[in-house]
């Protein structure tokens, strides 16, 4: 029987060890979330990102340097052996012609823009330009290569050397030896299975983005320029 007008003392009460093993708890949950993302990212770098060697650029080690995969620069590209990536609408129905199709970026919701206003805001017209299987993005005047198909004789230069259809990964391991030995699989929507390499957009590994190039029965098939939302 409890007496109400008894008066208790909890003795063993520690609300500084209370405190504690709430603290303990959130340690361990958050020790738990962290290793889950290293697990993920592990398996990300695995199975999504191939060149594993791409993301030590700022190693000093010499060894490890060797890994790295190379850069492929802008201003060593040429697309049909005329134009850099950057142009202008004009420039693009002189090499290219009419488009096949255009859609609003809008409507396709892309994760990131190539052009964007100063302020970081996306103009409501900007469209993807569609050419034979290539895809380009258009701002005004402005035109850029998002996506270039290496079909209907179709063809890059870089530095000199040209890249096309028949290229295999044997051709290109002689311009880009580590991003070859790095050459992982792509499961594309549409696409299924193909092989693809990363390279660098830059030598100081400053820009966030990539350029991924794949392969379809050991030849070159199309080049993407990729970047994080």
Not at 21 to 37: D, E, W
Not at 125 to 149: C, I, L, P, Q, W
Not at 157 to 180: C, H, M, R, W
């Amino acid at each position: 029987m409890v007496d109400n007008n008894a008066t208790y003392t909890c003795t063993n009460f520690n609300p500084f060890r209370i405190r504690m093993n709430y603290l303990s708890i959130i340690i361990a949950l958050y020790l738990c979330f962290c290793n889950q993302k290293a697990i993920a990212a592990t398996n990300c770098i695995n199975e999504c990102h191939p060149t594993s060697g791409y993301f030590i650029e700022n190693n000093t080690d010499d060894t490890l340097k060797k890994r790295i995969n190379e850069a492929m620069l802008v201003e060593d590209i040429l697309f049909n052996g005329k134009l850099k990536r950057f142009f202008t609408l004009s420039d693009f129905e002189r090499v290219f012609g009419k488009a096949d199709s255009t859609k609003l970026m809008l409507e396709e919701e892309p994760c990131s823009y190539i052009f964007d206003n100063p302020d970081g805001s996306k103009d409501e017209t900007d469209r993807y330009f569609y050419k034979d299987g290539s895809r380009f993005e258009n701002s005004g005047n402005k035109m850029a290569v998002d996506e270039f198909r290496f079909v209907k004789k179709n063809f890059i230069t870089y530095k000199g050397t040209v890249i096309n259809a028949a290229s295999t990964i044997e051709d290109i391991e002689q311009l880009f030896p580590n991003a070859v030995k790095n050459i992982g699989t792509f499961d594309i929507y549409g696409e299924g299975k193909l092989q693809v390499i990363q390279l660098r957009e830059d030598e100081e590994g400053i820009s966030d983005g990539h350029i991924n190039l794949f392969f379809k029965n050991n030849k070159v098939y199309y080049i993407h320029w990729w970047f994080p939302c």
